[in-house]
């Protein structure tokens, strides 16, 4: 089983929808976890930290189920520039041999169409 | 400069050529990772440096794969007696501190991309 886990899609959305992606973790004692959009030929930016409680960056909603061990990041009022590969990265945690390896999920592809 | 700076951009060598390939993460980050991504993949871990401490080296592929940090700065990330499918961009990362408490962010460099004929 991979370490990260999200469905690479396509997911093909018109502009001004509502989209959700999810990301599932394997080890149980990972600590951190964000997710990063990466454009088509460009490098990996943070786009948000996920905290315990939830968080919001404008249209922007990250939310950690631990118990589940899965990672959710849902998009509103799609726009035409949310196009891009989102990845969820996990921290390792401690308790293993691997503490502060950041661990990329495989990508989920967003096409937001006019 | 501002950012983490990668060299060089492209490479292209011939199957069974050694290459090396550098990073210069951003001055005062303590933590350096080298991540692989090949066309439509995701990243694939390398090898993690954090200061002082024996780095994380998991995620290399081979006995050819080797990476080094001198002075807590500049790292090199060698591949001896390359092979088609080293083919991919490798992309560096530098964070301020790293550790699994603190969540910091990563800040990539725009990577290496190489190709072995």
């Known amino acids: 089983r991979k370490e990260v886990e999200q469905d690479p899609g396509p997911f093909n959305v018109p502009e001004g929808a509502t989209v959700a992606f999810n990301c599932t973790y394997s080890n149980s004692a990972s600590q951190s976890f964000f997710w990063y959009r990466q454009d088509c030929r460009k490098e990996p930016k943070l786009l948000m930290s996920?905290?315990?409680s939830g968080n919001e960056d404008g249209r922007f909603t990250a939310q950690l189920n631990r118990a589940s061990q899965y990672i959710s990041l849902l998009i509103r009022d799609s726009k035409l520039s949310d196009s891009a590969t989102y990845l969820c990265v996990v921290n390792n945690g401690k308790g293993s041999s691997n503490t502060g390896k950041l661990i990329f999920g495989q990508g989920t592809t967003l096409q937001v169409k006019p | 400069g501002a950012g983490v700076s990668q060299s060089p951009s492209n490479k292209v060598t011939e199957k069974g050529k050694d290459v090396e390939l550098r990073c210069d993460p951003i001055s005062g980050h303590t933590a350096l990772y080298w991540y692989r991504q090949s066309l439509g993949q995701g990243l694939e871990f390398l090898i993690y440096f954090q200061g002082n401490s024996a780095p994380d080296k998991s995620g290399l592929p081979s006995d050819r794969f080797s990476a080094e940090r001198t002075g807590g700065s500049v790292s090199t990330l060698t591949i001896q007696r390359t092979q088609q499918e080293d083919s991919a961009v490798y992309l560096c990362?530098?964070?301020?501190?790293?550790?699994?408490?603190?969540?910091?962010?990563?800040?990539f460099g725009s990577g290496t991309q190489l190709s072995v004929l």
């Open positions: 996920v905290y315990s």
């Open positions: 990362a530098s964070s301020l501190v790293g550790g699994a408490e603190l969540g910091e962010k990563l800040f």
